[in-house]
């Protein structure tokens, strides 16, 4: 479970997001940043019906997300709204795969530091 403060939790931080945001995709995921001028990163992952109909494979989905991220926190550059979506063709994957695909993507939107 990430901290209070780098959840992304008010509709206005997620209209926000939603309208100005970048985004950037590849076959597993669709990423949505933007700067949101605080010290930290704030997050928010959403995984929905048409991934699976399945709470429990969607659940585990986002709780493997969310290890991602903590463990590439550190290498984060701090102040963006973060929104990570998910596509079908990401439920069948395993934890390493995930990794893979999500640092990638992190890398091709210039949001890990080099």
Same mark, same amino acid.
């Given at each position: ?39 930290? &990163? *704030?997050?928010?992952f959403?995984?929905d019906? +048409?991934?699976?109909?399945?709470? @429990?494979?969607?659940? =585990?989905l !986002? ?7 903590r463990?590439?926190?550190n ?14 063709n990401?439920? &069948? *994957?395993?934890?390493?795969e995930?990794?893979? +695909?999500?640092?990638?993507?992190? @890398?091709?939107?210039? =949001?890990? !530091?080099?």
């Open positions: 479970m990430l901290f209070k403060k780098h959840r992304l939790n008010r509709d206005k931080d997620f209209k926000n997001l939603f309208k100005v945001g970048k985004r950037q995709e590849n076959i597993d995921f669709r990423l949505i940043f933007t700067k949101n001028y605080l010290d930290c &990163n *704030r997050f928010a959403v995984v019906n +048409s991934v699976s109909n399945k709470a @429990v494979k969607r659940n =585990l !986002k709780r493997r997300l969310r290890a991602i991220i463990k590439s926190f290498d984060l550059i701090q102040g963006f709204d973060i929104a990570i979506l998910a596509k079908p990401s439920i &069948n *994957r395993t934890f390493q995930l990794e893979k +695909s999500l640092g990638s993507l992190l @890398v091709t939107s210039g =949001l890990i !530091k080099q």
